[in-house]
């Protein structure tokens, strides 16, 4: 590693590290803090390479670590956002040659294949299923367990009569429920979402090898995706461990499939007169219902079942 990699290394995995323990301090905003946490090392393994990625993720975890005096702290930096943060930047980061264009004579760069951003997205999903499994069996998630204290949390805030208890004891299973389902579909969410913030930034200080990707027309899932998807969620429905596998994967899939429907959307729109309308549109319906979502998820899965990956185009 050169001199400057180093540095930008551990200033990242302080940053990190700073951001996390807003978590831990409960700050002001401090629920929203270390959601930040992933963007200094993808910036870090995006511009100066997958070891500075991961050496980012070791400084983050040793400060974490040293300031709280406990290793366990640092497991949930480790597992749902440093690592999987650096293994997705290393993934970003690869390309290959293309042997269909000769090598170019002078200094000029040669043609390279970059890492696609179908399979980047597979790799999200994957890290996110693998998070919440470990960090699920840790705490030793159950929702028969759960369910009660959450209800007996709600009830704790105010006097409740019979009929109110009831309808708690119901909330609080029915959150816990959702859990698995939520926790995988946000962690990919928020993953993908500072991966493009990150590209952005690294793009933005000259320091991003690849090239700027055409995600509307590049955004896509392997088809397998299809069928693990089903599967995933035919499985939810039962109980016990089995089930909760099975919303794991099928709320990281869920996700993953809503974000190929919203670059579908951008890409059907090109050329629309009032694209910029829809587009708002779209996206305020998100914000304020939610429900959107669902509509996008089967606009994804239509679209991965057409095409595999969608079809290479020119960014706008």
């Not at 059907?268 to 669902?294: C, D, E, K, V």
């Amino acid at each position: 590693m050169q001199k400057s990699a180093i540095l930008v290394s551990i200033a990242a995995g302080l940053a990190s590290a700073l951001l996390f323990a807003g978590l831990i301090g409960q700050a002001a905003g401090g629920l929203l803090l270390p959601l930040l946490t992933p963007l200094p090392i993808f910036i870090a393994s995006l511009g100066w390479g997958s070891v500075a990625g991961f050496v980012s993720v070791a400084v983050a975890a040793t400060a974490v670590s040293a300031a709280t005096g406990s290793l366990m702290v640092s497991i949930p930096l480790l597992v749902a956002m440093g690592i999987p943060a650096a293994w997705i930047g290393h993934l970003a980061g690869l390309s290959r040659l293309r042997s269909d264009i000769p090598a170019p004579a002078n200094d000029a760069r040669p043609a390279l294949d970059w890492y696609p951003l179908s399979r980047i997205l597979m790799a999200i999903v994957g890290a996110a299923i693998a998070a919440c499994v470990i960090l699920g069996w840790i705490i030793g998630f159950n929702p028969q367990e759960f369910g009660p204290v959450l209800a007996e949390a709600l009830g704790s805030q105010a006097a409740l009569g019979p009929d109110s208890e009831a309808q708690l004891q119901e909330l609080g299973a029915l959150v816990v429920r959702l859990v698995p389902f939520v926790q995988p579909a946000l962690l990919v969410a928020m993953l993908a979402g500072l991966l493009y913030l990150a590209a952005a930034l690294t793009r933005a200080s000259g320091k991003l090898p690849r090239p700027r990707d055409d995600i509307p027309s590049a955004a896509g899932l392997p088809r397998i995706a299809l069928p693990i998807f089903a599967g995933a969620l035919a499985f939810s429905f039962l109980d016990g461990l089995v089930g909760l596998l099975g919303a794991v994967v099928a709320g990281a899939f869920g996700m993953a499939f809503t974000l190929v429907g919203l670059a579908a959307m951008h890409r059907r729109t090109r050329g629309m007169a009032a694209r910029g309308l829809l587009l708002f549109s779209a996206y305020a319906a998100i914000l304020l219902l939610s429900i959107p979502l669902f509509a996008f998820l089967i606009l994804g899965a239509v679209d991965v079942a057409r095409s595999g990956t969608a079809p290479e185009g020119k960014p706008s």
